[in-house]
């Protein structure tokens, strides 16, 4: 598993986009790039899976450059319900022991 | 589709006490995993299993516990509870190598506190 490092937090306002980088240097060729969202009082919840260039879904689009050393999550138009720890995990299939730092810690205010 | 099933949801117990949290899949998922997440921290991984009959430590595994007798079921077991297992403990578990298998589902979380 890849080590990772992201901001502790972040603050944002209705209706912006917030962009959560993670860096991840020691990428290996097959290691995949996740990013998952936990609100208070819950598990972690997956959102998004990349290898590289770009990819989007319903919640978010992440961002991949080519070098592959660190990777963008950006959540378009947030709302308050955004406010959550979005936490980075770089890995391959056979990487067991999946652990996760301390995440960014995102607030968005009115 | 119930997904991962904690139970107890809140437990409290007292110093020396002894218990069983108990996760269940229904997912037909091979690794399954139990985290603990003390207040305002991030997940510390305690044990993780890669099948039936395999479990292996995680970072922070003193004064726990597990077994894997079925695909389905990952008890944790806290053996003479301290106040420093107060915490929040969820357990996952993921497909492993195909698709998004990175992708781990998690339970609703048992929330421990031990006086």
């Known amino acids: 598993l890849a080590k990772t490092t992201q901001p502790i937090s972040m603050d944002s306002y209705e209706g912006q986009e917030v962009n959560i980088t993670c860096s991840h240097n020691?990428?290996?060729?097959?290691?995949?790039i996740t990013w998952y969202q936990q609100f208070p009082s819950q598990g972690p919840r997956f959102i998004i899976q990349?290898?590289?260039t770009k990819v989007t879904n319903e919640v978010a689009s992440l961002f991949i450059p080519a070098d592959r050393k660190s990777s963008t999550l950006s959540l378009p138009r947030v709302s308050l319900s955004d406010t959550a720890v979005y936490y980075c995990?770089?890995?391959?299939?056979?990487?067991?022991?999946?652990?996760f730092g301390a995440g960014t810690t995102v607030t968005v205010r009115a | 589709n119930a997904g991962v099933t904690q139970t107890p949801k809140f437990r409290i117990l007292k110093i020396g006490q002894s218990m069983t949290l108990q996760c269940a899949q229904d997912m037909n998922h091979n690794y399954m995993y139990w985290y603990r997440q003390d207040p305002g921290m991030g997940l510390k991984l305690i044990y993780y299993?890669?099948?039936?009959?395999?479990?292996d430590k995680g970072e922070v595994p003193n004064g726990y516990n597990v077994s894997r007798s079925t695909t389905e079921d990952f008890p944790l077991r806290l053996e003479l509870a301290a106040p420093s297992q107060t915490s929040v403990y969820f357990c996952?578990?993921?497909?492993?190598?195909?698709?998004?298998?990175?992708?781990?589902?998690f339970g609703e979380g048992s929330r421990l506190t031990v006086l």
């Open positions: 995990l770089v890995g391959y299939s056979n990487d067991y022991k999946l652990s």
């Open positions: 020691n990428i290996a060729t097959n290691d995949y």
């Open positions: 299993s890669v099948g039936a009959g395999i479990t």
């Open positions: 990349g290898y590289k």
């Open positions: 996952a578990s993921r497909p492993g190598t195909s698709g998004t298998f990175l992708e781990l589902f």
